[in-house]
């Protein structure tokens, strides 16, 4: 596992901030009447411009959850708005897999990066076994990364050992999400999505080089 220290600071950090909504809503809200923007990407300009790249897209990984409510779709949303991926609907699909569909399994900052990352390596055409080969690989090394980072992928252990020191369980009734809402878990649990958009998008740059 990480540095758990640091990962708590983060965590605190997280439940002080003072979002900017009206920025992040404006936002959001362009990106769902517009679309994800299409881009051509320059290795020379990305590569040169790594750090900023990973910043923000850490960042917009977090104000993407705490807006949405989402760590699922904030992961996806910022790493598609980032690499011009994808379109609005695979962020839509999305809805129900922070803790995968509630049930606490996968962390919804592993599965909205997996997702980046099949469209970035995949390929639309179903036969192109290479493609599935070099995606099936960057998930196998954002999986190991992620893990050693937080120390687990799964929500039970992450909530218990790195964000509350329990599980919350916000989805196994109102009263539970209740609770979770008033120990600002919407605001604490961006961190995985900050953490899974950073090692996606690290994967993404290194491919580049």
């Not at 679309?35 to 290795?43: A, E, H, N, Q, Y």
């Not at 922070?98 to 990352?117: D, E, N, R, Y």
């Not at 099949?118 to 179903?126: I, K």
């Not at 008033?182 to 090692?199: D, V």
Request: proline share 4%; net charge negative; hydrophobic share 45%.
């Amino acid at each position: 596992m990480g540095d758990h220290e640091a990962l708590t600071a983060r965590v605190q950090e997280l439940a002080e901030r003072e979002w900017d909504v009206p920025t992040i809503e404006a936002r959001v809200k362009r990106l769902s009447e517009e679309g994800i923007p299409r881009k051509v990407l320059d290795p020379e300009e990305m590569l040169a411009n790594k750090e900023q790249i990973l910043d923000r897209v850490e960042l917009r990984a977090q104000e993407y959850n705490f807006i949405a409510r989402n760590c699922a779709k904030g992961t996806a949303l910022a790493l598609l708005e980032e690499f011009g991926l994808g379109n609005m609907e695979i962020v839509q699909g999305l809805s129900p897999f922070p803790g995968f569909g509630g049930t606490g399994w996968m962390c919804g900052g592993v599965t909205g990066s997996l997702i980046a990352l099949g469209l970035y390596f995949g390929s639309e055409d179903v036969l192109n076994y290479e493609a599935v080969g070099a995606t099936i690989m960057a998930a196998r090394k954002f999986m190991t990364l992620f893990e050693e980072k937080v120390g687990a992928v799964v929500c039970p252990k992450i909530h218990e050992d790195v964000v509350f020191g329990r599980y919350m369980d916000p989805a196994a009734s109102p009263e539970n999400m209740e609770a979770f809402a008033i120990a600002k878990g919407f605001e604490k649990c961006g961190l995985l999505p900050g953490i899974g958009a950073r090692i996606a998008s690290e994967i993404i740059l290194e491919s580049l080089e």
